[in-house]
């Protein structure tokens, strides 16, 4: 069965930190394109950072120098670490898998930055 699972979301103050990530299953995880999208109430959903197969990072430019993706191709997993993060960094944040036509994407998991 092929499935994303988000985990992590939750509650921090205004200058926290926390760590997503997305475990992945039932496709070859390590040839597909993995990132982190979020979408706030009344915004369209927006990537946050992205990772290729072999390693290579982008990210938007809202979270550069806060915000790092990584994969761990052996456990098949993905994770946006996020430091300073703001009352605006609030929203869903999505794991998404994309290789050609194929998109998939997991629940998601809310992030919620207020004091």
């Known amino acids: 069965q092929v499935q994303l699972v988000e985990s992590g979301g939750g509650l921090v103050q205004p200058g926290g930190s926390l760590r997503l990530s997305c475990a992945a299953s039932?496709?070859?995880?390590?040839?597909?394109?993995m990132g982190w999208y979020r979408q706030a109430p009344g915004k369209q959903r927006e990537l946050v950072a992205a990772i290729s197969s072999g390693g290579s990072t982008n990210s938007a430019d809202s979270v550069k120098g806060r915000f790092t993706i990584s994969r761990d191709n052996a456990k098949n997993t993905v994770s946006l670490q996020m430091n300073s993060l703001k009352p605006e960094d609030t929203a869903v944040y999505y794991c998404n898998a994309r290789l050609g036509p194929v998109s998939l994407w997991g629940q998601g998991t809310q992030v919620t930055v207020s004091s």
């Open positions: 039932g496709f070859i995880f390590s040839i597909y394109f």
